[in-house]
């Protein structure tokens, strides 16, 4: 088998699709030649980065749908839309389950709300739960979904040496989803439905953005590659773990952390 990853009338959801790593997964997944349905919660430029991509791309489907990922109603809805915007036929390959959130505080000052496991964790279920249904109703025996997770759901991130990040909620949320994802693959694989992990390391976006400098520099002497990763260099393994290449993968967790697990 060639080693080419060909999404050639191929039709993809990626949850926060239009920005961060999110946008460089919907990218990579447009120059592989595949449509993407990108699900946002509330920026009001979404409509716009679709757009962009069907100029760029224009033998492609890219549209934007707002759903608030922890809202389970408009979760179904939003899959009605997105099926039916790809047209009846078309069908539904791949899902990329990325929006996520953060939130550096004090355990002893995070509050219920902040503590949003409803986005990182129950937000991904929502989704992934939406696919299976769709592909288990459908027939479909060959569908792919990809949580993107963190190298936080194995370590707890530092502010500087022996410094706790503060990230209480959002390392715990990161482990609970790595597990919710195998929890998937294991009930899924009978279906055909593969859930694999990508677990990103420190990654150059808004959400990396909150750190002070002095806490950059600690990360980014901490990684063995010395840096933060560019959002499309997440892209490779979501998309071999979306694609037929990886057909005898389900339940992995794939780090691409610059290192920083080697420690
Ligand atoms: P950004 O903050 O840049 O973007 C977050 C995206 O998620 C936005 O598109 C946002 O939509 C969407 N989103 C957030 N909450 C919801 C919701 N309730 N419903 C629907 N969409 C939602 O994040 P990153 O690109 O940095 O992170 C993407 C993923 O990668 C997250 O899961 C994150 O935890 C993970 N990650 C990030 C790392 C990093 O260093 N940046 C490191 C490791 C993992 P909208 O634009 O409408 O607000």
Do not use: L
């Given at each position: 088998m060639v080693f080419t990853i060909d999404f050639k009338n191929k039709n993809?959801?990626?949850t926060?699709?239009?920005r961060?790593?999110?946008l460089a997964l919907t990218r990579s997944i447009a120059?592989?030649?595949g449509n993407v349905s990108i699900l946002y919660r509330s920026s009001s430029s979404a409509p716009q980065v679709a757009q962009g991509l069907e100029k760029e791309f224009p033998r492609?489907?890219?549209f934007a749908v707002q759903c608030d990922v922890t809202d389970q109603k408009r979760v179904g809805e939003a899959f009605e839309e997105v099926v039916q915007g790809f047209g009846k036929e078309g069908g539904l390959h791949g899902v990329v389950a990325n929006a996520g959130v953060a939130i550096v505080k004090d355990a002893l000052e995070v509050g219920g709300e902040e503590f949003d496991y409803r986005t990182n964790v129950l937000g991904v279920f929502y989704i992934a739960q939406a696919a299976a249904?769709?592909?288990v109703k459908?027939?479909?025996?060959?569908?792919?979904?990809?949580?993107i997770s963190s190298m936080s759901s194995q370590i707890y991130n530092q502010s500087a040496l022996n410094e706790p990040l503060r990230h209480v909620f959002y390392n715990?949320?990161?482990a609970a989803v790595s597990s919710l994802a195998k929890n998937l693959a294991a009930e899924w694989a009978p279906h055909g439905i593969r859930v694999n992990i990508v677990s990103p390391g420190y990654v150059e976006t808004e959400q990396s953005g909150v750190h002070a400098p002095a806490v950059r520099k600690f990360h980014e002497d901490s990684v063995p590659l010395r840096r933060y990763s560019q959002p499309k260099e997440q892209a490779p393994p979501v998309l071999l773990l979306l694609s037929e290449h990886s057909s005898y993968m389900t339940g992995s967790e794939v780090f691409v952390d610059g290192g920083m697990l080697i420690w």
């Open positions: 993809f959801i990626v926060g699709g239009n961060g790593i999110g120059q592989a030649g492609q489907r890219f249904k769709y592909w459908t027939k479909f025996t060959e569908g792919s979904i990809v949580v715990s949320s990161k």
